[in-house]
């Protein structure tokens, strides 16, 4: 990063990483601009919203590096392009990845659209990821840190978007990022990262989804058809889920704990299983639709690639079958476990992010299918 007068839009949340990139940024010569977003409304005086908080804690950080913050409500734009469609998912039985969706249709468009009316060249997030061009393309890397690494997170971009971000952190790990933030006297350069849903905080799960969803009791059995207990509802559970089953005293034969396999809308029945590496939890192929390609080109199939069905999952050695349209088809080289329908599979070759698509079904070493078939695979 060489100083000029460009300006860049900083989307400033309160943290330590943005606050640092928007540093950076401001050090290296730019014209800086942070703006921070304020995409939930519906309970803004709820103990679980630091909304507030946050943006004093923008504010504190900005006035620090001498630059300017605009506040910016997007919750309309949130609501309809990212709460609906994870709520109709969670409806539908899957697991949505709320972070996807919010950094393709706020972070990386709404606040684009935003950031370029202020006049900006770009924007800049604190992410940790990191951008190189090549062939006329933007590629999408792991952060430096690995830890860290929020390119899962970004594979549904375009290369318009890429072509328009800067990561300013991304090259860094969080214990740089932490130390310069103290050096340069921000305040927030001890606060606690964020782990919550994205724009709507760190809350109890189950409670909040209880606004929006309905109720639906029904079975809950073990891998051979025993009756165990209750559920509330499948949209309020996830496979590979232990806690919070509701057939705690149940140790069974084995003495394991439980886990949550499969969800089966048609019966409204939840099946749990004993233990960790039971073969209901493991899938050796999946799935996977509205497939999006940050790469820029959809890569052909058959080729091997790695692979996360998961946030900070080890990457594992997988072949891609099918890559037609928004379809995709994978195959693993080792079972995975509790590849969850509505997460996303990110593909990669070495640091290169290529994109990928949401699981729409798995094909598993004990169960048949939880979900649609997967006859390309065999």
Same mark, same amino acid.
């Given at each position: 990063?060489? /100083?000029?007068?460009?300006?860049?839009?900083?989307?400033?949340?309160?943290?330590?990483?943005?606050?640092?990139?928007?540093?950076?940024?401001?050090?290296?010569?730019?014209?800086?601009?942070?703006?921070?977003?304020?995409?939930?409304?519906?309970?803004?005086?709820?103990?679980?919203?630091?909304?507030?908080?946050?943006?004093?804690?923008?504010?504190?950080?900005?006035?620090?590096?001498?630059?300017?913050?605009?506040?910016?409500?997007?919750?309309?734009? #949130?609501?309809?392009?990212?709460?609906?469609?994870?709520?109709?998912?969670?409806?539908? =039985?899957?697991?949505?990845?709320?972070?996807?969706?919010?950094?393709?249709?706020?972070?990386?468009?709404?606040?684009?659209?935003?950031?370029?009316?202020?006049?900006?060249?770009?924007?800049?997030?604190?992410?940790?990821?990191?951008?190189?061009?090549? =062939?006329?393309?933007?590629?999408?890397?792991? /952060?430096?840190?690995?830890?860290?690494?929020?390119?899962?997170?970004?594979?549904?971009?375009?290369?318009?978007?890429?072509?328009?971000?800067?990561? $300013?952190?991304?090259?860094?790990?969080?214990?740089?990022?932490?130390?310069?933030?103290?050096?340069?006297?921000?305040?927030?350069?001890?606060?606690?990262?964020?782990?919550?849903?994205?724009?709507?905080?760190?809350?109890?799960?189950?409670?909040?989804?209880?606004?929006?969803?309905?109720?639906? $009791?029904?079975?809950?059995?073990?891998?051979?058809?025993?009756?165990?207990?209750?559920?509330? /509802?499948?949209?309020?559970?996830?496979?590979?889920?232990?806690?919070?089953?509701?057939?705690?005293?149940? !140790?069974?034969?084995?003495?394991?704990?439980?886990?949550?396999? !499969?969800?089966?809308?048609?019966?409204?029945?939840?099946?749990?299983?004993? =233990?960790?590496?039971?073969?209901?939890?493991?899938?050796?192929?999946?799935?996977?639709?509205?497939?999006?390609?940050?790469?820029?080109?959809?890569?052909?199939?058959?080729?091997?690639?790695?692979?996360?069905?998961?946030?900070?999952?080890?990457?594992?050695?997988?072949?891609?079958?099918?890559?037609?349209?928004?379809?995709?088809?994978?195959?693993?080289?080792?079972?995975?476990?509790?590849?969850?329908? /509505?997460?996303?599979?990110?593909? #990669?070759?070495?640091?290169?992010?290529? =994109?990928?698509?949401?699981?729409?079904?798995?094909?598993?070493?004990?169960?048949?299918?939880?979900?649609?078939?997967?006859?390309?695979?065999?």
């Amino acid at each position: 990063m060489s /100083g000029n007068a460009q300006r860049i839009v900083v989307g400033m949340s309160g943290g330590v990483d943005s606050s640092v990139a928007a540093w950076l940024l401001k050090r290296a010569g730019y014209d800086v601009v942070g703006l921070f977003m304020k995409n939930w409304e519906d309970d803004d005086d709820d103990a679980y919203c630091s909304t507030r908080q946050d943006l004093v804690d923008a504010a504190a950080a900005a006035d620090v590096i001498g630059i300017p913050l605009e506040a910016v409500n997007f919750a309309a734009e #949130y609501k309809e392009r990212v709460f609906a469609t994870f709520l109709a998912e969670y409806a539908a =039985g899957r697991t949505p990845n709320p972070d996807v969706l919010c950094n393709a249709e706020i972070k990386f468009k709404a606040f684009l659209d935003h950031a370029l009316r202020l006049g900006a060249e770009r924007i800049a997030t604190g992410h940790y990821a990191q951008l190189r061009a090549r =062939g006329g393309l933007t590629e999408l890397l792991r /952060g430096a840190d690995r830890a860290k690494d929020q390119s899962y997170f970004l594979h549904r971009l375009t290369q318009a978007q890429l072509a328009r971000v800067l990561f $300013p952190v991304g090259a860094l790990k969080k214990t740089e990022v932490r130390r310069m933030a103290q050096e340069a006297g921000l305040p927030n350069h001890a606060k606690k990262d964020s782990t919550g849903i994205c724009f709507i905080g760190e809350r109890p799960f189950r409670e909040f989804l209880n606004r929006y969803l309905p109720h639906a $009791p029904g079975p809950i059995v073990t891998d051979d058809g025993r009756r165990v207990g209750e559920h509330v /509802g499948l949209a309020f559970y996830t496979l590979g889920q232990r806690k919070g089953i509701g057939v705690g005293g149940r !140790r069974g034969a084995s003495g394991e704990a439980w886990y949550v396999a !499969r969800k089966a809308l048609e019966t409204n029945t939840l099946t749990i299983v004993q =233990g960790h590496d039971h073969p209901l939890l493991m899938s050796r192929a999946l799935e996977g639709l509205e497939a999006s390609w940050v790469a820029g080109v959809a890569p052909t199939a058959p080729s091997r690639h790695t692979a996360m069905t998961r946030y900070r999952q080890a990457a594992a050695a997988c072949t891609l079958l099918r890559s037609g349209g928004a379809a995709v088809s994978v195959r693993f080289d080792a079972p995975q476990w509790a590849v969850t329908p /509505g997460q996303s599979v990110v593909l #990669y070759d070495d640091e290169v992010c290529l =994109g990928g698509a949401i699981i729409s079904g798995t094909h598993g070493a004990g169960l048949a299918s939880t979900e649609p078939s997967l006859d390309a695979v065999g």
